[in-house]
């Protein structure tokens, strides 16, 4: 099965060879696609055979977003946190009023793997709607081995029902469940010797990601789980630094972690250290400005350093629910100090090798997925530019060689 896009304005990808954004501008411009993946990008009349055309009415095609840090897998949403928050409630008055994660905890364990799934499919498709045709989802609302287990298979059910690629992380340490609160070391023993064996000897987790933070699992406690999830085969990586500097970014490149997230308060010598191990950093601006905060990361930093960023939307419904990847790359020009050609790399080629996919997707060039974003619009800036309309811009998106929802 052959298909055509023609009519093509413009095709813009990052370019590993320059390392520079790759914009292709030439008259009678095609793509052609062989069942899922670019067989051709032709700068010219083609001869070849083809079952079917998509019209791309001069428009600009950009690889598929790839968001590489969301939590997805919960039941209710907390709108009513919102509502507290405004009116300048505290984090326990939120909590003592039914709200914060102990909500999440609690609806998750409640519901039965089908309504799990059924909550979850729409927020799902949602991703797609935007233009996102890869996410990672982690667990992490349920916090018992049956919860965690059955919020990675709700994962793996989306993936057969969904046309988005969804890669699963384990995050069993998000946070300690109310039952463990006096006794935290126990709940990590849990994770290590029972969660983290169930997870892997049923394949339901590519990552293992850990809450690295003052309050929450400490670096000891962050250390015994990483290392024990890379014993079963679980790639690492950190929520870090978010609130302070406690260290995880430096236990992130002491680790190999392939990337830690949040970052707001590692230290410079941290950020370096990280840089230097090849850990990417993946900056979350959603979630400061969700939150009403003021601390986002200035990326110069790690560039300067010689680190890699990537950004992503964690997507969760507590402190950010924004699936929107032009809005963070709004969000990350305008307060993190990323151009708008990195942000694009971002969340393109740089998140796809947070994912380990780096050679499939995330780049247009023959040979990788096609999954292909058309829109409306003729320049890069125009997209985080014009957030606030990109559902009604995007004329088509392709995913695995196929239009899928428009
Ligand atoms: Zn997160």
Redesign the pocket.
């Known amino acids: 099965m052959i298909t055509k896009i023609e009519n093509i304005g413009k095709i813009a990808t990052w370019d590993i060879a320059s390392e520079k954004i790759k914009i292709y501008e030439k008259q009678r411009l095609e793509i052609l696609i062989k069942d899922t993946s670019i067989f051709k990008i032709l700068q010219g009349p083609s001869r070849i055979d083809y079952d079917k055309v998509i019209d791309a009415k001069g428009g600009l095609v950009t690889p598929g977003f790839i968001d590489c840090?969301?939590?997805p897998i919960f039941y209710d949403n907390r709108d009513l946190d919102f509502r507290l928050r405004t009116e300048g409630k505290t984090y326990e008055q939120i909590s003592d009023q039914g709200g914060g994660i102990k909500s999440s905890i609690d609806s998750v364990r409640s519901a039965s793997f089908e309504q799990l799934l059924n909550e979850s499919l729409p927020r799902i498709e949602l991703f797609l709607k935007k233009g996102t045709t890869t996410i990672e989802a982690?667990s992490g609302y349920g916090l018992t081995l049956e919860d965690e287990i059955k919020s990675l298979e709700v994962i793996k059910e989306l993936n057969n029902q969904s046309d988005l690629d969804i890669v699963p992380t384990f995050m069993g340490a998000h946070d300690f469940p109310p039952e463990y609160s006096s006794n935290k070391d126990a709940y990590v023993d849990l994770i290590c010797n029972d969660m983290i064996p169930e997870v892997a000897s049923r394949k339901l987790a590519l990552f293992c990601?850990v809450?690295c933070e003052e309050g929450y699992f400490s670096i000891n406690q962050s250390e015994k789980i990483l290392r024990a999830g890379l014993d079963y085969g679980l790639i690492p990586r950190l929520?870090a630094d978010e609130f302070v500097d406690s260290g995880a970014a430096s236990l992130a490149a002491d680790i190999k972690a392939v990337c830690a997230?949040?970052l707001m308060f590692a230290s410079d010598e941290n950020l370096k250290k990280m840089a230097d191990s090849n850990v990417i950093s993946v900056i979350?601006p959603g979630?400061t400005f969700f939150l009403g905060k003021k601390e986002y990361v200035d990326t110069n930093k790690i560039s300067d350093f010689g680190g890699e960023i990537a950004i992503a939307s964690?997507y969760?419904p507590g402190?950010?629910f924004i699936q929107s990847m032009p809005l963070i790359m709004f969000l990350s020009n305008l307060y993190c100090n990323l151009s708008i050609d990195l942000s694009f790399k971002a969340c393109t080629y740089n998140a796809a090798k947070v994912l380990k996919k780096e050679n499939e997707i995330g780049l247009i060039e023959e040979g990788y997925n096609a999954d292909l974003l058309i829109w409306s619009l003729d320049s890069l800036e125009s997209i985080p530019y014009a957030f606030n309309n990109n559902e009604s811009s995007l004329l088509s998106i392709i995913k695995n060689g196929k239009s899928v929802l428009l």
Request: proline letters at 0%; glycine letters at 0%; hydrophobic letters at 15%.
């Open positions: 840090h969301t939590h982690k990601d809450f929520h997230d949040h979350l979630t964690d969760n402190s950010c």
